[in-house]
């Protein structure tokens, strides 16, 4: 189990022993440059990770931070390249990216309505631009998230808008959907005790889960309206649940209907419940026995 011990890099590692209860305590003092260089993969590993996404049919994607960091991922194979917010304002970086990249999503944690501005017309012609709303916190409270910039991102900039989740729960992802998004960014860890930036505050395998099949699902619903007035696959189940007209005791022959003499029984079989006008003020043409469904026949 891996837990913070202060504001700096430090951390304590507790770490249970094969055959025992003993717990060891290892304390890691690094620098944050240090701790990015030891977690950074190689040349190989990156050309690896795109293999692997390929062979899965998923997109592969990542945050460029240089102009270097840029032109490794176009040799060793990228389908999405992504602007952190850091580098939302890096005009030089943007313009290389606009240059290079046909498939781009903007990260906009840390900016504001100004910069986003200058970011999206840098990248207008970019064949497939995604611009996220996004709040740099770990983990952003429901009170910041900010799920009205979706709209706002929509009607000010006219391109498809993804949501970047911060938050500790899946249902701020399945919202933001719901009001628009086209993607999510979420992030995902084999576990939260993990020692690492992000991993307290992402999703374990089983949640991540969760959220993808919340998400196509709510994206399938999105992408098939119905028409509320086609309830033709709906008309067998309709005559179980709905009710019929009834007498609510046994009226003789020539009886005229008052509203107090009826009562409303499943299924719809009779008269509909909501034909009621059409039969009080009727005149029995028969005698009924109590709970009789009235047929039209049985009115004068």
Known sequence: MLAQMSQSSSCILLMPKLHSMLLVLVIFEESRYNYFERIAFTVEQWTQLYQVAKS????????????????????????????????????????????TCDKVHISTGMSNFKEID????????????????????????????????????????????????????????????????VAVEKHLTFSRNMYGSDASNALEPNEFRILATGAKNVWTALQNPIIKDDISDLMEMRKVFQKSIAVRTSLNLGHVIVESDLIFLKPEIGIPASEINMVVGKRLSRPLPARSVIEPSDLQ
Do not use: W
Not at 63 to 92: A, H, M, R, Y
Not at 123 to 142: D, G, H, M
């Open 56 to 99: 899965k049919n998923l997109q592969f994607g990542c945050s460029v931070f240089s102009s270097e960091s840029l032109n490794q991922l176009l040799n060793t194979g990228v389908d999405i390249v992504k602007i952190p917010s850091g580098e939302v304002t890096n005009v030089s970086l943007l313009k290389e990216v606009a240059h």
């Open 118 to 181: 200058v970011a999206v017309e840098i990248l207008s012609q970019v064949k497939e631009l995604v611009l996220f709303q996004c709040r740099s916190q770990y983990p952003v409270p429901a009170d910041k998230i900010g799920l009205n910039v979706i709209n706002e991102f929509t009607q000010r900039y006219g391109i498809p808008i993804g949501f970047s989740d911060h938050s500790t729960g899946v249902e701020m992802s399945i919202a933001a959907i719901a009001l628009g998004a």
